[in-house]
């Protein structure tokens, strides 16, 4: 058993440290939210850049309000044994939490928590419906990007000094990764440095802006291409989410993918 640290992502609760193991029980009340990405105002309208073979980011793809609700989604889980953890060996900086299976850096995929023993919630719908209503917009641009349904999310938190050292995706089953079945990450809040290659060689990487709203994928060719996250920009959220969601300073992902 591993000592793992649990909290919430809210602003009000900003003063509160994370509990360690803090072990109060889940609420049973849903947040459910509707996408509205697909009736955006004009001046909303999302864009996209192809990164590479099979890798692409669908810019503002989600609207305020999509991100206030997400936000406030993955908080209804926070208050448990399987909210946001942090272990006491990560010098990343970095919370997390997972839907569907669990995945840890010491454990790869296991069906529960390390530190506890319980089983993940769950993906919600609402998540499950968005990653793949933003691989079929995807597929529009690239050609070569196959489906995906995802059963595992991955939300990592990033604090101001939150990083996520380079390295390739490639825990998911065999099947998984031959058809290169994409992972789709969200960006909510604070804007990251995505840097990404086909090969470890620092000099070679390219980098990318995460901003709120953006989603990214990289399947086909690009699905074990080596990535990570060498900043955050503290304090760069829009300001409406901020005021709508409550979410503290930092950088909330989820990372979806089809084991
Ligand atoms: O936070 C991100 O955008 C990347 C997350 C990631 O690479 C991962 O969870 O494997
Ligand atoms: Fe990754």
Redesign the pocket.
Known sequence: MQDAYYGTLLREYHNIPFAKGCCTEIGTETVTFRLTNRDRTPDELSTFKILGPGMIILKNYLSLKDQVDIVKLCDKMTFGLRGYYMYKSDVDCRRQMCFGRNWAPETRYKNRYMSNGMEPLPIPDELISLAEAAIQDAQIHLDELPSMRPDTC?A?F?QSEGR?GL?Q?DDESPDSLERGLPVV?I?IGDM?E?VYGHTPDKKELKSVM?KSGDV?IFGGKSRLIY?G?TQIYLYTSPEPLIEDSGLRPGRL?L?LRQF
């Open positions: 991955l990592n990033y996520l390295h995706d990450s960006s990251a995505f995460l990214l990535h996250v992902s990372t």
